[in-house]
């Protein structure tokens, strides 16, 4: 396997190591809220900086989601942070497939924003 798939198969379970921490009782309100912060972005369709602004756009990827893992694993207790990341691991040997029904909170997310600025758009601009 290349540098860059075992990157980002690591990436991809350890996003899945923090979601499955922020479903347990015994993680600290500020690790899950850091916790969904990082698998939040990290599912989210938009980013900070749009991708198509040449330089700022990828910098963005490489510089947010890093340090929104790192916070996140930094205030996860290290035994649940070990106990999700085996059990994330065990999900993605045996090929787990992602679940599309985690995606609908963010969209939800951004389709109440998309809401919210066009009814202001239309009521000032239209």
């Known amino acids: 396997m290349s540098k860059f798939k075992e990157t980002t198969s690591a990436i991809n379970q350890k996003i899945g190591a923090m979601f499955i921490a922020m479903k347990r009782s015994d993680t600290p309100l500020y690790a899950k809220i850091a916790a969904g912060l990082c698998v939040y972005y990290a599912l989210s369709p938009l980013d900070l900086v749009p991708d198509f602004i040449p330089v700022l756009g990828a910098v963005d990827d490489f510089v947010v989601l890093p340090f ?10 290290d035994d649940i942070m070990a106990e999700c990341e085996a059990e ?3 999900i993605w040997q045996h090929g787990g497939r992602i679940k599309k029904r985690y995606a609908i909170p963010v969209l939800a997310v951004w389709g109440l924003g998309l809401l919210w600025v066009w009814s202001i758009v239309s009521k000032y601009f239209i």
Do not use: C, I, Q, T
Not at 68 to 77: E, F, H, Q, R, Y
């Open 68 to 77: 929104l893992m790192w916070l996140a694993v930094k205030l996860m207790p």
């Open 88 to 90: 994330a691991g065990e």
